[in-house]
């Protein structure tokens, strides 16, 4: 007589999803790809607005050097310049690629926002589930940080570019997204990210 093999199924779970997420890497993935789905259909409208009258104009649009696009004159500008009363060459270097890439359709700018709110976002993910090894959590925090209202500011105002790229460089710059193994907290941690502040 054959016995079947019974095994108890979580309530909730499927056997298709235990498979999926079996693999750490699987799942870190998986959920990467929603977080980003998430937040490019939330901010997809972004893209079809047009330049502020704002800051817009003072960053981009009214700007000869941006709107030359990368040339040096441009670069060397961009190093030198205080101009709005900020030193950040690669908000200006950034905005001049978008001139060069885009011309002047608003667009091109909205939509590197976008995307790079969305790095961001996966990046939040990626330090957080790397630090605590809690996936669910992780990402919870994550989507708050792509969804909450309050980076709607960084993301659809094209002045705003130095919001996002400033979070992009400082997540990027975390040990385990620079390829340096995290382990117990010591002064050593904190050595990587301390020359981005």
């Not at 079947?4 to 998986?30: D, H, K, W, Y």
């Not at 939330?42 to 009258?53: E, G, I, K, R, S």
């Not at 939040?124 to 989507?143: D, K, M, P, Y």
């Not at 919001?163 to 382990?183: D, E, H, I, K, Q």
Request: hydrophobic share 50%; aromatic share 10%; with cysteine.
């Amino acid at each position: 007589m054959k016995f079947m093999n019974l095994t108890v199924q979580e309530p909730g779970q499927c056997p298709a999803a235990r498979q999926i997420f079996r693999s750490p890497q699987q799942r870190r993935l998986i959920l990467c790809l929603l977080l980003v789905l998430a937040t490019l259909t939330l901010y997809n409208p972004v893209t079809h607005a047009p330049f502020l009258n704002f800051d817009d104009s003072i960053y981009v649009t009214g700007n000869p050097h941006v709107r030359a696009g990368l040339t040096w004159n441009t670069v060397v500008w961009a190093f030198h310049t205080s101009e709005t009363s900020n030193w950040h060459p690669i908000t200006w270097l950034s905005h001049a690629l978008d001139c060069q890439i885009f011309g002047l359709n608003p667009a091109g700018p909205h939509t590197i926002n976008v995307l790079l709110h969305a790095a961001n976002a996966v990046l939040l993910f990626l330090i957080l589930e790397s630090a605590t090894g809690l996936a669910w959590r992780s990402l919870a925090v994550a989507a708050l940080f792509a969804l909450h209202p309050i980076n709607v500011e960084s993301v659809a105002w094209i002045a705003e570019r130095k919001n996002v790229l400033s979070m992009f460089f400082f997540s990027s710059r975390w040990p385990p997204m620079a390829g340096t193994r995290v382990g117990p907290v010591s002064d050593d941690t904190w050595q990587s990210p301390l020359p981005m502040l």
